[in-house]
């Protein structure tokens, strides 16, 4: 059992931390403030390879695994949530489901595209009715000759409607099966298609610079062979994607976490109250390191999941502890440093508010706390 980076992860670590500081700090506050979406960025991270990272070279990926976008994922949240869900949604919700289920003709015209990070694609599974329960999934897709009919609506759905997003995969009702239970399966929509609309961005919380939409088909056509893998399996890809997708929100939780230690080293040793710096009293010193202790074990969890994963091991209940631990003490560490902030704290042009109001919704997306304490017991035989 060895926790300990080897020279190659190391290396894209300390090469994604440099760029978090150097590219994404210093422009990434604007960008939240005013909510717009940072083409330059995601341009400059995919020179970087790092849309291309746990796939195989021969569409354009980089060789390495799901375990280094984690480590990316950790380093990028560590400075900014937006960016890092932004690679997030667009590696392991977008370009993932293509590359695990799709066909060859498939796999050759999309992933070039969005391994690069010339394109992004997001993933269709939430509805306006129904998230934690996706098998209540309403939008249906009917064959009409040669072509798919979708009718339907999806909430949330992030990199759906940036000017670089291709296309979106969208889970539907397509039948029933003998046993009388929903047949889901998963269709790709390219952007532009007539009948699929993209509603304004939301008004949100927090990863104010990442985007998310509303997407509505009303009576949209693609062709047939846009049904990505099998027909009636949509229910086993998605719980496949998300299963995966746990381990890189636990990633990026613990970056924020790490980043809420970082930001509140900096403020104690400069603050002074009371004649000293504030990080001179225990109770203050005490606060980061629990902060330390919280986001080290968060650390660990994922790294534990993740390599479970990579040896083709069980892997739900780790990924499910892992992002529910991990979420949870963002969360916490967000608050404490808000707290060591004081009053700044409160004010936007800090990252720890940013990190305030980015953190609630790692308890909430890809599984809520209470959907990862679900699957947990049920893994435990409950
Ligand atoms: C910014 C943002 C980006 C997102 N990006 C995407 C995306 O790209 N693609 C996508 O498909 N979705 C996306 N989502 C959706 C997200 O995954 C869902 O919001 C989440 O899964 C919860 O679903 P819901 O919002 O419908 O809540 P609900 O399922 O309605 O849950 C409401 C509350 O009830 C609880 N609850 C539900 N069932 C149970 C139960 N059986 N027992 C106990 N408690 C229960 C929940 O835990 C929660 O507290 C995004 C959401 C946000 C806010």
Known sequence: ???????????????????????????????????????EVVRQMGKMGLFGLPFPEEH?????????LCLALEELAR???????????????????LHRFGTAEQKERWLPKLLSGEALAGFGLTEPGTGSDAGGTQT???????????????????????????????????GTKPDGSKELSTIIVPSG??????????????????????????????????LLGERGRGFAQFLRILDEGRIAIAALAV?????????SIKYAKERQAFGQPIGNYQAIQFKIADMELKAHTARLAYYDAAARMLAGEPFKRQA??????ASTVAVDNAREATQIHG????????????????????????GTSEVQRMIIARDLGM
């Open 255 to 263: 970056g924020l976490a790490q980043g809420c230690v970082d930001e």
């Open 140 to 174: 249906r897709a009917v064959l009409d000759g040669d072509e798919w009919v979708i009718n339907g609506s999806k909430a949330f759905i992030t990199n759906s409607g940036t000017d670089i997003t291709a296309l979106v995969t969208v889970t539907a009702v397509t």
């Open 1 to 39: 059992m060895d926790f300990r980076l080897d020279e190659e992860q190391q290396a894209l670590r300390e090469s994604v931390r440099d760029f978090a500081r150097e590219v994404v700090a210093p422009v990434i506050g604007e960008h939240y403030e005013n909510h717009t979406f940072p083409y």
């Open 320 to 325: 499910a502890i892992a992002k529910l631990h």
């Open 60 to 68: 354009g990926g980089m060789g390495g695994d799901y375990f280094a």
């Open 193 to 226: 298609t007539p009948g699929f609309t993209v509603a304004p961005g939301y008004s949100k919380v927090g990863w104010n610079a990442s985007d998310t939409h509303e997407l509505t088909f009303d009576d949209c056509r693609v062709p047939a062979a846009n």
């Open 79 to 97: 400075v900014d949530s937006s960016v890092a869900i932004t690679l997030e949604a667009a590696v392991s919700l977008g370009a993932m489901p």
């Open 343 to 366: 009053g700044y704290g409160f004010m936007n042009e800090y990252p720890v508010a940013r990190f305030w109001r980015d953190s609630k919704i790692l308890e909430i997306g890809e």
